[in-house]
């Protein structure tokens, strides 16, 4: 028998039994569009973890201040004023540093026209965009000089743009903050939630020195509330963290055995650690859906022995009349496969159909990719053959005479 008769039989099988070969691929249809759908939501997931490590900047440690004791309770680091400009400046020196920028923040409100909002004001350097990777997208951003003359200019962010502007272009406008007129100078551009759901684009940027003088007051003049801090790569991570440390001890003259009064914190490898959470609960899903796979596979192998004891007497004649063990074989074969494929077609677009759903309707990130359809498709025929073998094999070893006197 050739291919294509074997083929066109294997197909007039499953015709002459529709309801029951679609309730067979009922289970690959489900399996299917199982995987596919929950691949998509744990890909969704990561790929919105990915982009807010993304947005966080790239090689990132913050220093912490030191912590503080009142009434006998510690108030935990950044509570105590141990870091300033020029910790900061000693860091930037360091050759495993590409940028540092001190920052010292506080909330106020702000005022344009009829409209307030009330958000976080960060006083910062120039080297602030270039350590977080920022872009402005309107305007530019304060400069150098902004800093030693402590001029009153500052940059927003998105969130406070639409909240205190609307459509209008702030850029040349004043602001009012605390009742001070500011010139805003740029915009951030967008950069969305961060890891622990906070809204990065409420924010606003003004010169370190203006925020320590005029709007937040310093009783220590030069300190600063952390310090962030970009490395040149990810290769020399860790051994910027320990000249970070030995930097800062030095300066601040912390003896053997005595603690740290500031704390080194390792951004990107909290976001990394976090990353591969997501990863793994995407590996999850694909997993505990794939059981319905298993359960689709066994539904073959129950219908396809039930088939072959059905048509003994049909397969005893094929035989009879020439056909071969390998004829018999490969086409019980090719009906499992058949109906595991195009129970994964269905199952596909069930899937596909079913990620838009939870986008449209649950407003959830889902990312449908080619490799998890073609994964999907891989495991349903494999799931076809392995579960289809052992009925085409007990087919293709019935004796013809024993086939013809079945009744």
Same mark, same amino acid.
């Not at 006998?72 to 870091?83: D, K, N, V, Y």
């Not at 009064?261 to 794939?290: K, N, P, Q, W």
């Not at 939870?358 to 080619?370: D, G, N, S």
């Given at each position: @028998?050739?291919?294509?008769?074997?083929?066109?039989?294997?197909?007039?099988?499953?015709?002459?039994?529709?309801? /029951?070969?679609?309730?067979?691929?009922?289970?690959?249809?489900?399996?299917?569009?199982?995987? &596919?759908?929950?691949?998509?939501?744990? $890909?969704?997931? $990561?790929?919105?973890?990915?982009?807010?490590?993304?947005?966080?900047?790239?090689?990132?440690?913050?220093?912490?201040?030191?912590?503080?004791?009142?009434?006998?309770? /510690?108030?935990?680091?950044?509570?105590?004023?141990?870091?300033?400009?020029?910790?900061?400046? #000693? @860091?930037?020196?360091?050759?495993?540093? $590409?940028?540092? #920028?001190?920052?010292?923040?506080?909330?106020?409100?702000?005022?344009?026209?009829?409209?307030?909002?009330?958000?976080?004001?960060?006083?910062?350097?120039?080297?602030?965009?270039?350590?977080?990777?920022?872009? %402005?997208?309107?305007?530019?951003?304060?400069?150098?000089?902004?800093?030693?003359?402590?001029?009153?200019?500052?940059?927003?962010?998105?969130?406070?743009?639409?909240?205190?502007?609307?459509?209008?272009?702030?850029?040349?406008?004043?602001?009012?903050?605390?009742?001070?007129?500011?010139?805003?100078?740029?915009?951030?551009?967008?950069?969305?939630?961060?890891?622990?759901?906070?809204?990065?684009?409420?924010? %606003?940027?003004?010169?370190?020195?203006?925020?320590?003088?005029?709007?937040?007051?310093?009783?220590?003049?030069?300190?600063?509330?952390?310090? @962030?801090?970009?490395?040149?790569?990810?290769?020399?991570? #860790?051994?910027?963290?320990?000249?970070?440390?030995?930097?800062?001890?030095?300066?601040? /003259?912390?003896?053997?055995?005595?603690?740290?009064?500031?704390?080194?914190?390792?951004?990107?490898?909290?976001?990394?650690?976090?990353?591969?959470?997501?990863?793994?609960?995407?590996?999850?899903?694909?997993?505990?859906?794939?059981?319905?796979?298993?359960?689709?596979?066994?539904?073959? @192998?129950?219908?396809?022995? %039930?088939? %072959?004891?059905?048509?003994?007497?049909?397969?005893? &004649?094929?035989?009879?009349?020439?056909? /071969?063990?390998?004829?018999?074989?490969?086409?019980?074969?090719?009906?499992?496969?058949?109906?595991?494929?195009?129970?994964?077609?269905?199952?596909?677009?069930?899937?596909?159909?079913?990620?838009?759903?939870?986008?449209?309707?649950?407003?959830?990130?889902?990312?449908?990719?080619?490799?998890?359809?073609?994964?999907?498709?891989?495991?349903?025929?494999?799931?076809?053959?392995?579960?289809?073998?052992?009925?085409?094999?007990?087919?293709?070893?019935?004796?013809?005479?024993?086939?013809?006197?079945?009744?």
């Amino acid at each position: @028998m050739r291919a294509t008769a074997i083929a066109g039989e294997a197909l007039a099988a499953m015709g002459a039994n529709r309801l /029951r070969t679609f309730l067979t691929m009922l289970g690959m249809i489900i399996g299917v569009g199982a995987v &596919i759908l929950m691949l998509a939501i744990g $890909q969704g997931a $990561q790929a919105m973890v990915e982009d807010s490590i993304a947005s966080m900047g790239a090689n990132l440690f913050i220093v912490l201040s030191g912590s503080s004791t009142s009434g006998g309770q /510690r108030m935990g680091f950044g509570s105590a004023p141990t870091l300033t400009l020029n910790d900061a400046q #000693a @860091m930037a020196e360091l050759p495993e540093i $590409q940028a540092v #920028a001190p920052v010292t923040s506080n909330a106020a409100p702000l005022v344009y026209a009829g409209n307030n909002w009330s958000t976080q004001v960060n006083g910062t350097t120039p080297a602030y965009l270039e350590v977080r990777d920022w872009a %402005v997208s309107g305007g530019a951003p304060f400069s150098a000089a902004d800093v030693r003359s402590g001029a009153r200019v500052l940059l927003l962010g998105q969130t406070v743009v639409n909240n205190l502007f609307g459509d209008e272009d702030p850029v040349g406008k004043t602001v009012r903050v605390k009742n001070s007129p500011f010139l805003v100078v740029g915009v951030l551009a967008a950069k969305g939630q961060s890891l622990d759901g906070r809204d990065q684009d409420d924010t %606003v940027l003004v010169p370190v020195s203006t925020a320590s003088r005029q709007l937040f007051g310093n009783q220590f003049p030069g300190m600063v509330r952390f310090i @962030m801090v970009r490395a040149k790569s990810a290769e020399v991570m #860790a051994r910027a963290a320990v000249k970070l440390n030995d930097l800062l001890r030095q300066r601040h /003259r912390i003896r053997d055995g005595q603690d740290d009064d500031f704390s080194v914190r390792d951004l990107t490898a909290l976001a990394e650690t976090a990353a591969g959470a997501t990863r793994v609960m995407s590996m999850m899903l694909g997993a505990i859906a794939s059981v319905s796979l298993v359960v689709g596979g066994i539904g073959i @192998m129950n219908i396809m022995l %039930v088939s %072959v004891t059905e048509r003994t007497r049909e397969i005893g &004649i094929r035989m009879a009349i020439g056909a /071969r063990r390998r004829d018999i074989l490969l086409q019980f074969l090719l009906e499992a496969v058949l109906i595991s494929l195009v129970g994964s077609l269905i199952g596909a677009a069930i899937g596909v159909a079913g990620a838009w759903a939870v986008a449209r309707f649950a407003e959830m990130p889902v990312v449908v990719t080619l490799w998890s359809a073609l994964l999907a498709f891989g495991v349903a025929a494999g799931v076809g053959i392995f579960f289809g073998y052992y009925p085409a094999l007990k087919a293709a070893d019935l004796r013809p005479i024993e086939a013809l006197r079945f009744q």
